[in-house]
């Protein structure tokens, strides 16, 4: 509701440009991103349960003796991609060179005797996989004693992995092909901003927009590349939190200067107005 009663945002929504934004960044569009289908960092579904029987082959599991739990229907390993948290179906391949180094341990496993399902991974060695209320399984701290969330049991004649109270470990294709990654993209402006009068500017404003797809906070920089892409590279400009409406903590760019805003990482955003002094 915040959304549609805030004139800040509408009015660069239904501004008189209707240009669209871009990716400025110097990073790939988010279309291109997509069709690329790469194979990294989150671009798997998250790993779930559901209720056995419903999908059989999707509930089959191989418990490797390297430590990686694969799926041979929809070719996937057990992964935590990014090192972080969140735990993916992610591709099985023999050497991924991904964040887990030379050994992959980011897809390698330990099923131990108090039932936990641990990770390999060095830096998350006292984790292991934990059900949440809405199904879905993630990384948290190894608990003692083993409550029902952590507690995983592996059928050798039906190879179901499955949680304390009966629920299958089920694979998915088709997964989000969003790569962990900060973009920031932006747009020029044609009308002015709630309560200001074209006259009373000097020149062109600009939205500018920066979302962060990683499992962190990071700090997003629009430096002077950046605002050169947009065509704001020159100007002199105010920086408005476009949301709250408050001057942003860079809130007078400079010409040659640069924006940047420390974001939330799962899919947050920040999202600013630049007008001319």
């Known amino acids: 509701?915040?959304?549609?009663?805030?004139?800040?945002?509408?009015?660069?929504?239904?501004?008189?440009?209707?240009?669209?934004?871009?990716?400025?960044?110097?990073?790939?569009?988010?279309?291109?991103?997509?069709?690329?289908?790469?194979?990294?960092?989150?671009?798997?579904?998250?790993?779930?349960?559901?209720?056995?029987?419903?999908?059989?082959?999707?509930?089959?599991?191989?418990?490797?003796?390297?430590?990686?739990?694969?799926?041979?229907?929809?070719?996937?390993?057990?992964?935590v991609a990014t090192c972080q948290t969140w735990i993916t179906y992610g591709s099985c391949n023999a050497t991924t060179g991904g964040c887990g180094g030379a050994t992959d341990a980011n897809q390698k496993w330990t099923l131990t005797a108090s039932a936990q399902l641990q990770t390999q991974l060095a830096s998350s060695k006292t984790k292991c996989a934990t059900l949440q209320k809405?199904?879905?399984?993630?990384?948290?701290?190894?608990?003692?004693?083993?409550?029902a969330t952590q507690k995983w049991k592996y059928g050798k004649t039906t190879q179901e992995l499955t949680t304390g109270d009966g629920m299958c470990v089920t694979s998915l294709t088709g997964g989000s092909k969003v790569k962990a990654e900060t973009m920031v993209l932006g747009r020029p402006l044609s009308s002015p901003p709630p309560g200001l009068a074209s006259e009373q500017l000097s020149g062109k404003s600009f939205a500018i927009f920066m979302l962060n797809n990683k499992q962190s906070a990071a700090q997003i920089v629009c430096n002077t590349t950046c605002l050169g892409n947009l065509g704001a590279g020159s100007g002199s400009f105010t920086v408005t939190d476009v949301i709250t409406g408050a001057p942003h903590s860079t809130a007078q760019l400079e010409a040659g200067g640069s924006v940047a805003a420390t974001v939330p990482g799962y899919g947050a955003s920040a999202y600013l107005r630049l007008d001319p002094k």
Do not use: F, H, Y
């Open 1 to 79: 509701m915040r959304t549609w009663t805030n004139d800040r945002m509408l009015a660069i929504n239904q501004d008189e440009s209707g240009i669209a934004a871009v990716r400025i960044d110097g990073g790939k569009g988010l279309l291109s991103a997509v069709a690329e289908g790469r194979a990294e960092a989150a671009a798997g579904a998250q790993m779930a349960v559901a209720e056995c029987g419903g999908e059989p082959a999707n509930q089959k599991w191989t418990m490797g003796t390297d430590g990686r739990i694969s799926n041979a229907a929809t070719k996937t390993c057990l992964d």
């Open 134 to 147: 809405d199904k879905t399984v993630i990384l948290a701290a190894c608990q003692t004693p083993v409550p």
